[in-house]
């Protein structure tokens, strides 16, 4: 067959060429390097026994973001120009393409056997990598080898694309070195294109499909799309016709107007089949890795299953005088659909929208800049600065006519829209500003279902769920910028007296530090309350035990007298670092990460919880102090005075003492819920912002409610741990690994390099 002749004919002459074989030397180099220091990186925190902080090995030496493969792409695009620069170049410089015109040889022919011949050498360069993952099979347990399959996937494609690319540069002069600089110029504008012309819909549709950024990132992480396999094939066919048209163009003597045609005809049915393959309901998904890491969870997956029915509308307001406008500009529409791709694979029909607005915002540099301005002279500034016309963006008035931001403290946020029905989804103050897939999936479950409700009794000076002070309790509530919110949890929060009939549908009371004394009728509606099966969660402090015992007693539950220290170096005497227990572990699978992984729950200033069994109520511990540093103390506690002392004397006692108790019956079929705690203070502000004591509070506290909700909040996210998580390689066997991969194997190239040479020359 001929194109397998040519293909044979060009192999020989590459590699009878010593650049070839050099970069073959040197790619061999670099993913040997490449692959042994991050690998040096692991094994080094292995040894030093922190071996379980490892996790994804497989994940971390190899994908994106720093791992081996992407190392290896951003270093590709120097190979491919050295190697494809001469492939038609020297044809054309040396006149044998005269010859090849007047061969009955077609010009498809000569093109497909220089690309299969590419496709030959590529696949040696790809070789080196299946024995980087080779070795790594064999070094880390359980490797995920469909994630590095995948990945091996992407960078062959990516290796083939790059090719045929050079191969068309070729096609256009005979001098090799302008065919290589033109090659550089071409893989920079692919990968520049989708940058430019961002704020045209259709144009960035294109533009960004016509990227060659970013193309492998996916299949490098171990997800395969069909959008991505055709996008490398048809920019394979699309530099292949070309060069095939450029050919003709020399064979054949036709207007220009003929050959012009041609290339506008690839050109655009290569856009038109790119755009078309590129919607979301046309794209199919494989998830290779071995955790589904790459996938949305199950949990999350249901709550979309029951939307497939009607669309969903997508709507972001973005204020120019937020911050977070930048983050919203047209430019950056491709990086939102980036994040939604992964809910757009299973709800290909949600329909997005953009509105920009000026108003009021949290932006306390504007108004020290600008004092006392108008809000449209403030916006007439922002928009010069980001180049845009104020006349694009709402007014006030008019965006306040479309929906009230104000609660939303009128930041960037999407509006969720689904049956009639409404809901928020939130940007964040935090290091990853957009939400994640608990706070997307909570919302997309609002849409469906009745929400669970989570009452904060008021009136006896509880804590408030509107201030922001530290011992209240804004931040875990309502806080709309805070991620572990309640409210960016799926939960609704209120606020009740107990002057008014405790409502009916409410998921949990909550009574958290009272400082006077019930009523007697309000104590009278707590009990009719508690007696009726609903949830409860009862947060006491140390002094005010006889507020609440007469409310717990009755469910053989107290209080006890004094305070819980614990002996610390580092912080005060009041503050409680307790554990969580096997009862804890059970209210869902972060709780149970936080109890294998031993972490701890602050509380400060906690008072001791005693309990009778053999209650109508099954009472086990939920936090349990530490016996070996921490007592009740009896006598009074003075903090700026000398070390705390264990003085038996006094009263104290020393033991393993409850901080919360669970506590659950069956009541009208349904099991009732109740949680008591010695301390209020681990749900305030000031421990949802604790930083340096490394606790769990967030999670602790996020589980209690989803807990009193049976499970239906928060969406449970969670996925499997990975088994990938140790190397069977020590140091010694790393610095021989080392000699091989760095010295014995380039060596040994090199000489097969070196004979191959010299027996040609002598030829």
Sequence with gaps: MKIIRIAKLELSTLFYSPISWFLLIVFLFQCGLGYTSHLEDYIATQEMGLGSSLSFLTTAIFAPRDGLFPAVIDKLYLYLPLLTMGLMSREISSGTIKLLYSSPVKMSDIIFGKFIAMMVYNFLMLMVLVMMAAIAMVQIESADYSLLLAGLLGI?????????????????????????ISTFLVFGALNYIGLIWQDIDFVRDLTYFLSISGRTENMLAGLISSKDILYFGLIVCLFLGLSIIRLKAGREARAGLVTTGRYALIIVSTLLIGYISSRPAWVGYYDATATKTRTLTTATQKVIDAMKDEPLDVTSYINLLDVRYIKGTPDQRNADMDRWEPYLRFMPDIRFKYVYYYDSARNPNLYKSYPGKSLEYLGGQFARSFKKDLADFKTPAEIHKIVDLGPEENRYVMQLSYKGKKTFLRLFNDFAVFPGESETAAALKRLTTTLPKIAFVEGELERSITKAGDREYNKLTSQVTFRFALVNQGFDVESISLSQPIPKDIAVLVIADPRIEFSAASLASLRQYINDGGNLLIAGEPGKQSVLNPLVRPLGVELMDGILVQKSKDFAPDLLLTYTTKTTAGFSRKMERIFNDSNRIAMPGACGLSYTSGSEYDIQPMLLTDARYSWNKKGKLTLDSAAVQYTPADGDEKRAIPTALRLVRTVHGKEQRIVVTGDADFLSNREMSRQN????????????????????????????????????????????????????????????????LIKRKRQ
């Excluded at 191969?167 to 302008?178: A, D, E, G, I």
């Excluded at 209690?704 to 390689?729: C, E, M």
């Design 693 to 756: 004591v490394g606790t769990a509070n967030f999670g602790f506290n996020t589980a209690l409610f989803g807990w009193f909700t049976y499970g239906q909040f928060p969406i449970d996210t969670s996925r499997p741990a990975s088994k990938d998580n140790r190397i069977h390689v020590t140091g010694s066997g790393l610095i021989a690994l080392k000699w091989i991969l760095l010295g014995v194997l380039p060596a040994l190239l090199l000489l097969v390099a070196s004979v191959l």
């Design 156 to 180: 062959y494609l990516l290796l083939c694309a790059y090719a045929a690319i050079g191969l068309f540069m070729s096609c256009l002069t005979s001098y090799q070195v302008v065919a290589a």
